[in-house]
Nanobody
Framework: QVQLVASGGGLVQAGGSLKLSCAAS????????MAWFRQGPGKEREFVAH???????YYADSVKGRFTISRDNAKNMVYLQMNNLKPEDTAVYYC????????????WGQGTQVTVSS
């Protein structure tokens, strides 16, 4: 089982940057697919990015080229570097974990608010 705690959200002006962090518990962190999702006001939760245990990454088109997901397996951490932020990036951001081969994410963090002002 994995417990996730996300942090690093805040208020930033459009064009600015933020780096989100997600701390994970558990000795098998390195095998998990780690992802970030977000839910904007009045919107459904949407996928942002994921990174496999092998380091392969995948991004939503809306953030490609602006956001970078990374992980440090030695520290049980996953990060989301967000650059050139836009007001439409405003959302609660969640980190999530899935075992390889599963089509759903079983473990979720509590979310961290990101607000981008225009």
């Amino acid at each position: 089982q994995v417990q996730l705690v996300a942090s690093g959200g805040g208020l930033v002006q459009a064009g600015g940057s933020l780096k989100l962090s997600c701390a994970a518990s558990g000795r098998t962190f390195s095998v998990y697919i780690m992802a970030w999702f977000r839910q904007g006001p009045g919107k459904e939760r949407e996928f942002v990015a994921h990174m496999t245990s092998g380091g392969a990454t995948y991004y939503a088109d809306s953030v490609k080229g602006r956001f970078t997901i990374s992980r440090d397996n030695a520290k049980n951490m996953v990060y989301l570097q967000m650059n050139n932020l836009k007001p439409e990036d405003t959302a609660v951001y969640y980190c999530a974990a899935a075992l390889p081969g599963r089509s759903i994410y079983d473990y979720w963090g509590q979310g961290t608010q990101v607000t981008v002002s225009s």
